[in-house]
């Protein structure tokens, strides 16, 4: 009797343990994989050890780790969420390796042999296969569509990777940053003081292959020209001290266009540095978002109709005033001659006789 009572206990608390947390968002089943665990932490650890600090500093919010099977097949799944989606992009530009092909999943997507990594607006998921099949890509899109994200302007990654050259630029060398901790791990030649994170910059970084090696650009988005300007000055007074038994220093250009400054470094000439700057320029896109009054109620046409209405109604109001007038009279005349409307015959005349 008692070991009965006892396998009942543990059935029980194994039921327990597989009940999902409340606030996982992995779906319990999606393209035949069948979820048999799931955990939910906030600690950015739980995500990446080695990495928690840039995590957080891309404002992590929890992670959700769960593990799927089918039929002799296994998948690992990480999803980790972010406060908006610059923080997610961040952590997908970082995770994603140089040698990661791209992949059409949900807003972005790479993959390396068994792994594949993909962003959907704030969420950055982590997926390991113990072996990929044609199938693979369906099953993930399938799970993306599945996965619950933000939407609206905290759905759009920033705009300031969007100002980099794509002509001779490396390929997944993108890299996108927002604080001192990202910048150190992404071997900016710049310090995070030259750039002064004080003032909420955005860094974008990449790659370009030039005719005499690899240079880097960086573009650095301030919030207003003024403050674009000072660093600027800032980064023009460095220069960047020569590697030791090294004869010569790299080379460093830049400018300012609008509220972006732009750093670039690296053997390259003077004239590839020239077309290379002058290929990145602030064109900033203008949103019109004030109402424009083209509506039922304050639409000028339908102003107009409106007048026009009214202007029947009075008149359709006057006509019968006026003929209840007019028939009020007549009957008043019939019913009371003499006595109402008209005068008798022999009614006085008061005649003043002034020019006399």
């Given at each position: 009797m008692k070991s009965f009572v006892?396998?009942?206990?543990?059935?029980?608390?194994?039921?327990?343990f597989a009940v999902p947390p409340k606030d996982s968002t992995?779906?319990?089943?999606?393209?035949?994989?069948?979820?048999?665990?799931?955990?939910?932490?906030?600690?950015?650890?739980?995500?990446?050890?080695?990495?928690?600090?840039?995590?957080?500093?891309?404002?992590?919010?929890?992670?959700?780790?769960?593990?799927?099977?089918?039929?002799?097949?296994?998948?690992?799944?990480k999803v980790a969420h972010f406060a908006d989606a610059s923080g997610a992009y961040a952590a997908f530009l970082f995770y994603r390796a140089s040698q990661m092909a791209q992949e059409d999943i949900a807003d972005q997507a790479a993959s390396n042999n068994q792994r594949v990594l993909f962003r959907k607006a704030n969420l950055?998921?982590?997926?390991?296969?113990?072996?990929?099949?044609?199938?693979?890509?369906?099953e993930l899109r399938e799970l993306a569509s599945d996965l619950t994200?933000?939407?609206?302007?905290?759905?759009?990654?920033?705009?300031?990777?969007?100002?980099?050259?794509?002509?001779?630029?490396?390929?997944?060398?993108v890299k996108y940053v927002s604080g001192p901790i990202g910048?150190?791990?992404?071997?900016?030649?710049?310090?995070?003081?030259?750039?002064?994170?004080s003032t909420s910059p955005e860094v974008a970084s990449a790659l370009y292959n030039t005719g005499e090696g690899t240079a880097l650009l960086t573009l650095?988005?301030?919030?207003?020209?003024?403050?674009?300007?000072?660093?600027?000055?800032?980064?023009?007074?460095?220069?960047?001290?020569?590697?030791?038994?090294s004869t010569t220093v790299p080379a460093v250009f830049s400018k300012r266009t609008g509220p972006y400054v732009v750093v670039l470094s690296g053997t390259i000439s003077q004239g590839e540095a020239k077309t290379l700057l002058a290929s990145v320029n602030y064109d900033p896109e203008v949103t019109w978002n004030e109402n424009t009054h083209f509506d039922r109620n304050n639409n000028l046409g339908?102003?107009?109709?409106?007048?026009?209405?009214?202007?029947?109604?009075?008149?359709?109001?006057?006509?019968?005033?006026?003929?209840?007038?007019?028939?009020?009279?007549?009957v008043a005349k019939r019913l009371f001659p003499d006595r109402v409307f008209d005068r008798p015959q022999d009614a006085d005349i008061i005649r003043l006789n002034i020019g006399k």
């Open positions: 006892l396998a009942v206990l543990l059935t029980f608390s194994s039921l327990s992995l779906p319990k089943i999606f393209a035949g994989w069948q979820q048999q665990s799931v955990s939910v932490s906030s600690d950015p650890s739980k995500a990446d050890a080695l990495n928690a600090d840039l995590l957080k500093e891309d404002a992590f919010s929890k992670v959700e780790t769960a593990e799927y099977t089918k039929p002799d097949r296994s998948l690992s799944i950055l998921v982590d997926a390991k296969f113990d072996r990929i099949t044609p199938m693979s890509g369906g994200a933000l939407t609206g302007n905290s759905a759009r990654p920033p705009d300031i990777t969007r100002y980099l050259p794509k002509q001779g630029i490396v390929e997944n060398s910048l150190a791990r992404t071997d900016s030649p710049l310090s995070s003081d030259l750039i002064d994170f650095i988005s301030y919030p207003t020209p003024a403050i674009a300007g000072n660093r600027l000055r800032a980064i023009e007074g460095w220069h960047p001290t020569p590697a030791v038994g339908s102003l107009l109709v409106n007048i026009i209405i009214l202007i029947a109604i009075i008149t359709g109001l006057a006509i019968v005033a006026g003929f209840a007038f007019g028939g009020v009279r007549i």
